[in-house]
C-alpha cells in the first residue's frame, strides 16, 4: 500500500490493487484450501505456483475486467453489495429530502438514467467549449485556466492541491505539482518502443474522435491532435521521473509568491492564487521547478490558438465517461488499448463507483451498517496493538541500527494512529446539490464541492478525522504527515481476515497487511519523517548508510524478476512497497509466533500453523492480469507484480525455509547471509 496517491489533499502510501457471508465469493473451504494450490510443485522451487497453482488456472480474467486474483474477487463483492444498497435507496420514495438515502439514491438514479443522457449528447459541454473558443490572448487563456480549475472543471497544465507542509505538519499550505498531460507516464511521449508508439497512436486516434464527436471537421481534429500533443510532449520532457518523485526532499520546494512569479513571469502566483479562491498565503510548495520554468516559456511561444485546443481537449476529456454512448464508447477504446480490457464496465458498476468516489462517506453510512459488524472492529484493534509489540521488539533486537536511532523509531512506531474500517465523524457533503434528474450536473456539482471544501480548509487546524479512502474500499493505506495508519471495512474480510478463521490466517493476511502501512513508515521514504509526521531527519548518518545499503539489495533482488519474459521489475520504482512486504510479513510472523497457535505444530488441513501463516499470505497475491495491463503497471504502478509479492519477502525470511524445508538445490533458495533483512 504505497502508490503515492494525491486524494483530497492527502498524500497517501497503498496496498495494491483489492464479513464475506458463508465465503460465497471467495471459497473458505478450510481457508487454505488445497483445490486452489498445484501439490506438483515444489514450494522451494516455485512457491506461488505451489499455493495458487490451480486457482489461477481456473480463474481465467472475465471480460469485463484487466486482472483477477483475490483484491478483484473482494472488490467485486462489494462492488455488488454497493449495487444492493444504491438500488435500495434510489427506488425509496419515502426518504425526505437531503437525507443520507436521498442523495445517495438521486445520486445513483441520475447516473442509471441512460436515456436522458443520451438525449443529451455532449450539450453539457457546449458552452465550455464555445466560451474557450471565443478567447482572443493569452491572458485570456490563463484566466481560462483559473476558471477551469477553481470550479473542479479540469486541471490543465500543473496539479494543484491543498496539503500539508510536510516541514511544519501543522500548516496547511497551497502546493504546485508537474502535470498537464493526457497520458499516464512521460515515458509514453519520450521513448520509441512499440507499445508507447501505439499508445500514441490510440491516443491521437481518441483526441480526433472525441473533436469529432462535437461537430468538428476530421482534418481540424487531426490538426487539433497534433497541436495538444507537441504541448503535452514538451511538458512530458520537463517532468521529473516517477522514482524521482519519490524523493520527499527533491520534491520539497519551498517559494514566496514573489519569487516563484520571478520564475515565471507568465504564471503570476500573487493574482493566481486569488482567482483559484486562495487568499492570504504568501508561500507555495513546488514539487518540481524546473517544470514551471518550461510551462511558462511555453505560454510565451505555443500559439494562443493551440492552448485554446488544448483547453478544449481537457474538457472533453475529462466529461467524455459522463456523455452520451458515442463519448463513453471512445473513451472504453483508448483504454483498451491501455489495458486489453475486453468489454467495458457495466454501467451500474460505473454509478456504483462514481458514488463511492464523490459522496463515499455518505454511501459508506449505509454500507458499514449492512455489512460491517463491530467484532471485527474490535478484533482488528487487538490485532495493531499485538503488531506493535512485534514491531518494537523486532526495532530492539535490531543489530544494524544504534540505541539512539532505535529510541527514535521507537518513539515513532508508538506515534502510529491507527483508524479503522470507518470515519468516526461522517462528511457531510453540506451545500452539495444533487438531483435526480442531471447526472452530469451532479458530477459538476461534486468536483466544485470537492475543490472549495479543500481550499476552505486553509487557515484551519490539521483535520486529523479525515479519511483518504471511503469505508467500502478494498485497500488500506500510511499518511506520512499524520504518522496514521488506516484500514477501511472493505478489507476486513476473507482472505485478508476472517473473525472464524485460524490465527495463521488472520496474521498471514490482515497482519501481514498492518506490518506493512507500519513498514511504510519505515520504508525508504516514510522513514525521513519523524514521529510527528515532520520531514527531518531522525537517523545518524551511519545508521543511514546501513539502511540504504540493505535497501539497495532489496532493490536489486527485484530488478531481476520479469513479466511478460523481457519486461523487468522496477526496484527502485517499487522500493516502498516492497520493504512494507519484507517489514510487514516478518512482524506479522513475530506476532504470530506470540499466540497459542504459533506455539504449536497442530495440522490442519494437512498443515502447519507456520505453513498455513505463509500459504494465507501468498493466497492474498494470487492474480491474472491482462498482458497489457501488467506492461501499463509496470511503467506505473509502485506495487511489484503480485506473483512477486508472494515470494519476494518470503525468500529472505529463514522461518519460511524451515516451513517448507527449502534446500540449497530449490530455485528460490538464497544463502543465510544473502538474506536482506530489514525491520
Given at each position: 500500500?504505497?502508490?503515492?496517491l494525491?486524494?483530497k489533499?492527502l498524500l ?8 464475506l457471508?458463508a465465503?460465497?465469493?471467495?471459497g ?7 483445490a ?8 522451494g ?15 481465467p480474467?472475465p471480460?469485463?475486467?484487466?486482472r483477477?486474483?483475490?483484491f478483484n474477487?473482494?472488490?467485486?463483492f462489494?462492488?455488488n453489495a454497493?449495487?444492493?444498497?444504491l438500488e ?6 419515502t ?7 436521498r442523495m445517495v439514491?438521486d ?7 441512460s436515456l436522458?443522457?443520451?438525449k443529451?449528447?455532449?450539450a453539457?459541454i457546449?458552452?465550455d ?5 471565443a478567447i ?9 485556466m483559473?476558471y477551469l480549475?477553481?470550479?473542479?472543471i479540469a486541471?490543465?497544465?500543473y496539479g494543484?492541491?491543498i ?10 499550505v497551497p502546493?504546485l505539482s ?7 507516464d512521460?515515458?509514453?511521449?519520450l521513448?520509441?518502443?512499440a507499445?508507447?508508439?501505439d ?6 486516434r481518441?483526441?480526433?474522435?472525441l473533436f469529432?464527436l462535437?461537430?468538428?471537421?476530421v ?5 487539433n491532435a497534433?497541436?495538444?500533443?507537441n ?5 512530458a520532457?520537463?517532468?521529473?521521473s ?6 520527499a526532499?527533491?520534491t520539497?520546494?519551498k517559494?514566496?509568491l514573489v519569487?516563484f ?6 504564471l503570476?502566483w500573487?493574482?493566481?492564487l486569488p482567482a483559484?479562491k486562495?487568499k492570504?498565503?504568501d508561500s507555495?510548495l513546488?514539487n518540481?521547478?524546473a517544470?514551471f520554468?518550461?510551462a511558462?516559456?511555453l505560454l510565451?511561444?505555443v500559439p494562443?490558438?493551440?492552448w485554446?485546443t488544448?483547453?478544449q ?5 475529462g466529461?467524455?465517461?459522463?456523455l452520451?454512448?458515442?463519448f ?9 488499448v ?5 468489454i ?6 460505473r ?7 464523490n459522496i463515499?462517506?455518505?454511501?459508506g ?9 463491530p467484532?471485527?472492529?474490535?478484533r482488528?484493534e ?8 512485534a514491531?518494537?521488539n523486532?526495532?530492539q ?6 540505541d ?7 518513539a ?6 491507527p483508524?479503522?474500517a470507518y470515519p468516526d ?5 453540506d451545500?452539495l446539490t ?8 451532479n ?5 466544485a464541492w470537492g475543490?472549495n471544501?479543500m481550499?476552505s480548509?486553509?487557515?484551519k487546524p490539521?483535520?486529523?478525522e479525515?479519511w483518504?479512502?471511503t469505508?467500502?474500499?478494498?485497500n488500506?493505506?500510511?499518511?506520512a ?6 484500514f477501511?471495512?472493505g478489507?476486513?474480510?476473507?482472505p485478508?481476515f476472517?473473525?472464524?478463521?485460524d490465527d ?9 497487511v498492518?506490518g506493512?502501512?507500519m513498514?511504510?513508515g519505515?520504508?525508504d521514504?516514510g522513514s525521513?519523517y519523524d ?5 527531518r ?12 545499503a540493505?535497501a539497495d539489495?532489496?532493490?536489486?533482488q527485484f530488478d531481476g ?11 527502485r520504482?517499487?522500493l516502498g512497497?516492497?520493504i512494507?512486504d519484507?517489514g510487514?510479513l ?5 506476532a504470530?509466533k506470540?499466540t497459542?497457535?504459533?506455539?504449536s505444530?497442530?495440522?490442519i488441513?494437512g ?5 498455513r501463516?505463509f500459504?494465507?499470505?501468498?493466497q492474498v497475491?494470487r492474480?491474472?492480469?491482462?498482458p497489457?495491463?501488467?506492461?501499463q ?5 509502485t506495487?511489484s ?11 529472505n ?8 524445508d ?5 530455485k ?5 547471509e544473502?538474506?536482506i533483512?530489514i525491520?
Amino acid at each position: 500500500m504505497y502508490l503515492y496517491l494525491v486524494k483530497k489533499g492527502l498524500l497517501l502510501t497503498v496496498l495494491g490493487v483489492g464479513t464475506l457471508a458463508a465465503g460465497a465469493q471467495l471459497g473458505q473451504k478450510g481457508f487454505i484450501d488445497k483445490a486452489n494450490m498445484d501439490l506438483s510443485v515444489s514450494p522451494g522451487d516455485d512457491f506461488y505456483t505451489y499455493a495458487s497453482g490451480k486457482w489461477v488456472k481456473n480463474n481465467p480474467i472475465p471480460p469485463k475486467e484487466t486482472r483477477w486474483g483475490s483484491f478483484n474477487q473482494l472488490r467485486d463483492f462489494n462492488i455488488n453489495a454497493v449495487k444492493t444498497i444504491l438500488e435500495k435507496a434510489a427506488a425509496d420514495k419515502t426518504a425526505p429530502a437531503g437525507s443520507v438515502t436521498r442523495m445517495v439514491g438521486d445520486f445513483y438514479a441520475a447516473g442509471m438514467d441512460s436515456l436522458s443522457i443520451e438525449k443529451l449528447g455532449h450539450a453539457p459541454i457546449k458552452k465550455d467549449l464555445a466560451r474557450i473558443a471565443a478567447i482572443g490572448d493569452l491572458p485570456g487563456i490563463l484566466k481560462e485556466m483559473n476558471y477551469l480549475r477553481s470550479n473542479g472543471i479540469a486541471s490543465p497544465l500543473y496539479g494543484f492541491s491543498i496539503g500539508q507542509d510536510r516541514k511544519n505538519v501543522e500548516n496547511l499550505v497551497p502546493q504546485l505539482s508537474q502535470g498537464g498531460i493526457g497520458l499516464s507516464d512521460r515515458d509514453y511521449y519520450l521513448k520509441d518502443d512499440a507499445r508507447s508508439q501505439d499508445i500514441r497512436a490510440a491516443y491521437s486516434r481518441f483526441i480526433v474522435r472525441l473533436f469529432t464527436l462535437t461537430g468538428t471537421s476530421v482534418t481540424k481534429a487531426e490538426e487539433n491532435a497534433k497541436a495538444i500533443f507537441n504541448i503535452e510532449k514538451q511538458l512530458a520532457n520537463a517532468q521529473l521521473s516517477r522514482v524521482e518523485m519519490r524523493d520527499a526532499y527533491r520534491t520539497y520546494n519551498k517559494f514566496s509568491l514573489v519569487d516563484f512569479s520571478r520564475k515565471t513571469p507568465q504564471l503570476e502566483w500573487q493574482q493566481i492564487l486569488p482567482a483559484l479562491k486562495v487568499k492570504g498565503q504568501d508561500s507555495i510548495l513546488v514539487n518540481n521547478p524546473a517544470f514551471f520554468v518550461t510551462a511558462d516559456s511555453l505560454l510565451q511561444t505555443v500559439p494562443v490558438a493551440h492552448w485554446k485546443t488544448y483547453l478544449q481537449w481537457y474538457v472533453l476529456r475529462g466529461a467524455a465517461p459522463y456523455l452520451s454512448k458515442d463519448f463513453v464508447d471512445a473513451n472504453f477504446a483508448f483504454n483498451q488499448v491501455i489495458t486489453g480490457q475486453k468489454i467495458a464496465t457495466p454501467r451500474w458498476q460505473r454509478i456504483s463507483s462514481l458514488t463511492d468516489g464523490n459522496i463515499g462517506e455518505l454511501l459508506g453510512q449505509l454500507y458499514v451498517k449492512d455489512y460491517f459488524k463491530p467484532a471485527a472492529k474490535a478484533r482488528m484493534e487487538e490485532l495493531v496493538s499485538n503488531l506493535r509489540k512485534a514491531y518494537a521488539n523486532r526495532i530492539q533486537q535490531l543489530d544494524w541500527m544504534s540505541d539512539a536511532t532505535k529510541q527514535k523509531a521507537l518513539a515513532k512506531l508508538a506515534a502510529f494512529r491507527p483508524k479503522i474500517a470507518y470515519p468516526d465523524k461522517w462528511q457531510t457533503y453540506d451545500g452539495l446539490t444533487i438531483s435526480r434528474n442531471s447526472f452530469f450536473q451532479n458530477m459538476r456539482n461534486a468536483d466544485a464541492w470537492g475543490y472549495n471544501y479543500m481550499v476552505s480548509r486553509l487557515g484551519k487546524p490539521v483535520d486529523r478525522e479525515r479519511w483518504g479512502m471511503t469505508p467500502p474500499t478494498v485497500n488500506a493505506y500510511y499518511n506520512a504527515t499524520l504518522n496514521e495508519i488506516v484500514f477501511p471495512a472493505g478489507i476486513l474480510q476473507f482472505p485478508f481476515f476472517d473473525p472464524n478463521a485460524d490465527d495463521a490466517v488472520n496474521y498471514g493476511g490482515i497482519g501481514a497487511v498492518i506490518g506493512h502501512e507500519m513498514s511504510h513508515g519505515f520504508d525508504d521514504n516514510g522513514s525521513k519523517y519523524d514521529a510527528d509526521g515532520t520531514l527531518r531527519n531522525w537517523w545518524t548518518d551511519e545508521d543511514r548508510k546501513k539502511f540504504d545499503a540493505k535497501a539497495d539489495a532489496l532493490a536489486k533482488q527485484f530488478d531481476g524478476y520479469t513479466v511478460l519474459d523481457t519486461l523487468h521489475v522496477n526496484g527502485r520504482l517499487t522500493l516502498g512497497e516492497n520493504i512494507g512486504d519484507l517489514g510487514g510479513l516478518n512482524v506479522a510472523y513475530e506476532a504470530f509466533k506470540m499466540t497459542k497457535q504459533g506455539q504449536s505444530n497442530e495440522k490442519i488441513d494437512g498443515f502447519t500453523p507456520d505453513q498455513r501463516f505463509f500459504l494465507s499470505w501468498a493466497q492474498v497475491w494470487r492474480t491474472n492480469t491482462l498482458p497489457q495491463t501488467a506492461a501499463q503497471l509496470l511503467k506505473t504502478d509502485t506495487h511489484s507484480p503480485g506473483q512477486y509479492r508472494a515470494i519476494g519477502p518470503l525468500v529472505n525470511m529463514d522461518a519460511w525455509y524451515k516451513a517448507f524445508d527449502v534446500k540449497e538445490d530449490n530455485k528460490l533458495y538464497k544463502k543465510p547471509e544473502d538474506r536482506i533483512r530489514i525491520w
